[in-house]
């Protein structure tokens, strides 16, 4: 992106976050204890076993799910203090998402969708910014498409920019590449990671590619709904290395009635 850096993004951070579901028998602790900052401006991988809870936390504080208990704040905003309604329009006016099936409405054309939260909102997009978003992320030429017309790759390249077009404040990614064979994923997570670096976005990602979750800044590692390790610029060998040290068998198990 040929813009210079403006820094949109905020902190998020959680304190004390626990999320049951059920109850009695079938209590269910996903989140427990989690103490988390994510500082703006910073790519954050969130990694861990299968069930340790890596989509709860996201869901958490991103606002898609209530905690059971705890706080999250994403900038001076205490969402646990904000009814529904208000909930919904921060979602909608300052967080981005990109989800591992693109979730794209398949009526609209590319540029349709990608202007969609806006469109809802009853605003217009700058032209110049969406244009240079549209640029960077490659679309120039698909924007009359619909999502059928377009491959798996350019379909979550929209997605991308659909995220980046509000300038949100922080822009929460569940398994992004999930979908997506190794070189469209290489090439989304280099959009993530160049909207952090030319935008001072902030980006927090849950992924299960040690690959992936190098093009971060930090990765936090989960185990049992609880923070179990950290690591700094990350290489996918130490990630892969943290990942083994967690989870042995390379499969976790939930984490039932603590
Ligand atoms: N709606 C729900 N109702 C009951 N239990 C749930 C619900 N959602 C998640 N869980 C449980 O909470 C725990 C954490 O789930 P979560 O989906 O957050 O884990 P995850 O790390 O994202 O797993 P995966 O890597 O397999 O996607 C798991 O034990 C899961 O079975």
Wanted: hydrophobic share 40%; with cysteine.
């Amino acid at each position: 992106m040929s813009v210079a850096p403006t820094t949109t993004g905020v902190t998020v951070t959680a304190q004390a976050l626990r999320k049951e579901y059920g109850s009695g028998q079938s209590r269910v602790v996903a989140l427990d204890s989690v103490d988390l900052d994510l500082a703006a401006g910073r790519f954050t991988a969130i990694m861990g076993p299968s069930g340790s809870g890596k989509s709860t936390l996201l869901h958490c504080l991103a606002g898609l799910d209530r905690p059971t208990s705890g706080t999250v704040r994403i900038g001076d905003a205490d969402l646990a203090r904000l009814d529904d309604r208000r909930l919904t329009l921060l979602r909608r006016d300052r967080i981005g998402f990109v989800f591992q099936k693109f979730n794209l409405l398949p009526t609209l054309t590319a540029e349709e969708n990608i202007v969609l939260p806006q469109a809802i909102a009853g605003r217009r997009p700058d032209p110049d910014w969406l244009q240079q978003v549209v640029t960077a992320v490659g679309l120039t030429d698909r924007l009359g498409h619909r999502p059928a017309e377009l491959s798996g790759g350019q379909q979550q390249r929209v997605a991308v920019a659909r995220a980046l077009v509000t300038r949100p404040w922080v822009i929460f990614a569940d398994e992004p590449t999930g979908n997506l064979d190794s070189r469209s994923g290489a090439e989304v997570l280099r959009l993530l990671r160049n909207a952090v670096d030319t935008l001072g976005q902030t980006v927090v990602m849950v992924t299960h590619d040690p690959v992936a979750a190098a093009h971060a800044d930090r990765v936090v590692f989960l185990a049992d709904g609880r923070l179990a390790d950290e690591l700094r610029t990350p290489t996918a060998a130490r990630v892969l290395d943290a990942l083994t040290r967690l989870d042995p068998a390379g499969a976790g198990a939930p984490s039932v009635q603590r």
